[in-house]
């Protein structure tokens, strides 16, 4: 019914009537639910670092380009554009020293289950007698020892 009607109405304005259909809405997937949270902070650690890399040599520029005006007007409103450049740039440079220390926080607590020394504690179970019998076994095949070396130099 409605496009009769809208048909009749293009006759009447002499109009051509067109019947436009509404594009099919696209299957996207998403591609973050499938990547694991290591994944996400390495493509994140690696986007957030280039930007801040290209904001950096931007900054360079602009701080070169202002310099020259500055030194060329000498006025002192050029002056302090070029203080806030600066402190903008190294702002900047503290912030990619910073993602770099997080990053590698993050990785540490992934690869944080496994230790990274071992040590064993052993315990002696017998009497006291026995153990100095041992030490004083073990005292005297060092002496020997001692005595052995000193005989071939």
């Known amino acids: 019914m409605k496009d009769k009607t809208e048909k009749n109405i293009s006759d009447v304005l002499d109009i051509e009537y067109t019947v436009f259909e509404e594009p099919k809405a696209e299957e996207t997937s998403i591609q973050s639910l499938s990547k694991t949270s290591s994944e996400q902070a390495d493509s994140d650690y690696a986007l957030v670092r280039k930007n801040l890399k290209n904001i950096i040599t931007q900054s360079e520029a602009a701080i ?90």
Do not use: C, W
């Open 64 to 153: 070169e380009g202002i310099l020259d005006v500055a030194s060329e007007s000498e006025s002192p409103r050029a002056y302090e554009v070029v203080s806030q450049l600066i402190h903008s740039s190294l702002d900047a440079n503290t912030k990619l020293l910073e993602l770099h220390k997080r990053m590698k926080d993050l990785k540490k607590e992934e690869g944080g289950s496994t230790p990274k020394s071992i040590t064993n504690n052993s315990i002696y179970v017998g009497s006291t007698a026995e153990l100095q019998k041992f030490l004083a076994e073990r005292k005297k095949s060092k002496q020997l020892e001692k005595k052995d070396a000193d005989k071939e130099d």
